[in-house]
């Protein structure tokens, strides 16, 4: 890859060919997915619902541009929204949140936002100002300003919420930061603190959301009524797509003019949408829920007790498999590529596995029980 910027440390073999759960590289070796590339081919690489809708709007146009009314984005964002809510569309994970960080200035009129040590909220200036993580900022300051961080967790971000504030933005389980849940008394008390103050409470559900934790957002679990929601990664199952949604009552900041994207809500990427979100059904959700259950009894029996694995966090198919130092993540996954599955790391030493939600029982197990072999 001697003409590509070495922004990423790859690992040496090129994924040429997906089938179902499965992965193939260039030299032929076949691997059981447990990463949906990072949380997002969650239906896995043939699905056929996703295939043929896909398929069919390439042959009737890729793209326009949003100057035209788009019958394909009115029925994602249908899919993705309930009766008080608007979607906007862009390409990603990090433009949602770019969208959401300007909504709430230009909404509230206030420019202050509380953000989380150890978040993630993506790469570009306005979301990178919101990630809590020194190794991802280091280098590029001056960042945008008047963003203030807390602990994760921790009651003292509530008393830091008051009407100074434009909005707080927080993932209720911190993806890369290490998988991470939050706590839901914790959650509801921020929640509070921002309706009383009038302050805007987004959730990043850009990891966690489209099924992920077994619900169709994670929030769903805490009991929340967040003013925005931000998806991206799985809602397009390796489409190029991401959303912002949020209340009716923002749409008075948000008029012509104001925000925009040539690709947003291209129709290609709404064509996969589509698919998704017409297979993401309650009983979709129940599936996913059902094999979680035997997964986590399966990782509490068999992995918790390794002396290496200090602990196991996470919610339905968002797992992280927390190693003492005596091990390193990247030899883990290298160990484990050369068994024949792919695995993923976060923060702080931790194993994280994201595997398709279509995943069956028996391939989870045996999965697990690579990782088993691996770390014993
Ligand atoms: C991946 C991720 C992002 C960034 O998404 P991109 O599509 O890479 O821009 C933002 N927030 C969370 C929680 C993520 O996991």
């Given at each position: 890859?001697?003409h590509?910027f ?10 040429v060919?997906?089938h ?6 260039n030299?032929?070796k ?8 990072i949380?997002?081919c ?6 056929k619902?996703?295939m ?17 009314e788009?019958?394909?984005?009115d ?6 929204t309930?009766?008080?809510q ?18 709430a200035h230009?909404?509230?009129g ?9 978040g993630f ?23 945008v ?7 994760y ?27 991470y ?30 099924g ?8 769903e679990?805490?009991d ?11 809602l ?7 959303a ?21 809500g ?15 059904t ?7 829920q ?9 990782l ?20 992280g498999?927390h190693l003492?130092?005596s ?13 024949g599955?792919?695995t993923?790391?976060?923060?702080h030493?931790t194993?994280?596995l ?23």
């Amino acid at each position: 890859m001697e003409h590509v910027f070495p922004t990423y440390a790859r690992f040496p073999f090129d994924l040429v060919e997906g089938h179902d759960v499965y992965l193939t590289d260039n030299n032929n070796k076949t691997y059981l997915d447990f990463t949906s590339g990072i949380g997002v081919c969650s239906f896995g690489y043939s699905n056929k619902v996703i295939m043929e809708k896909v398929e069919s709007q390439l042959h009737k146009v890729w793209h326009i541009s949003n100057l035209y009314e788009s019958q394909i984005q009115d029925e994602v964002a249908d899919q993705l929204t309930n009766d008080d809510q608007l979607a906007f569309f862009c390409n990603s994970g990090t433009e949602a949140n770019e969208a959401a960080f300007k909504l709430a200035h230009k909404y509230t009129g206030k420019t202050t936002v509380l953000a989380f040590n150890n978040g993630f909220h993506g790469r570009t200036y306005g979301a990178m100002s919101l990630t809590g993580n020194p190794d991802i900022q280091k280098g590029f300051f001056p960042l945008v300003p008047d963003v203030e961080f807390a602990d994760y967790n921790d009651e003292k971000a509530v008393s830091m919420i008051n009407s100074d504030l434009a909005a707080v933005i927080l993932e209720v389980i911190q993806g890369e930061g290490g998988v991470y849940v939050a706590d839901k008394a914790w959650l509801a008390d921020i929640q509070k603190a921002c309706h009383d103050n009038s302050v805007l409470l987004i959730i990043d559900e850009v990891q966690t959301g489209i099924g992920r934790t077994g619900t169709k957002f994670a929030y769903e679990q805490f009991d929340l009524d967040p003013d925005i929601i931000t998806s991206a990664k799985a809602l397009g199952n390796g489409t190029p797509i991401g959303a912002m949604i949020g209340k009716k009552k923002l749409a008075s900041a948000f008029g012509p003019g104001t925000h925009g994207t040539t690709f947003g809500g291209n129709k290609l990427s709404m064509a996969a949408a589509n698919g998704v979100l017409e297979q993401l059904t309650p009983e979709f959700l129940d599936s996913v829920q059902a094999k979680s259950t035997l997964v986590w009894k399966q990782l509490n029996d068999e992995i918790k007790p390794l002396p290496v694995v200090t602990d196991i966090t996470g919610l339905g198919f968002m797992i992280g498999i927390h190693l003492d130092e005596s091990v390193n993540v990247s030899d883990i996954i290298t160990k484990l590529h050369h068994e024949g599955l792919l695995t993923l790391s976060a923060k702080h030493n931790t194993l994280r596995l994201l595997p398709p939600l279509i995943m069956d029982e028996d391939n989870l197990s045996k999965g697990i029980e690579k990782i088993k072999q691996v770390l014993s």
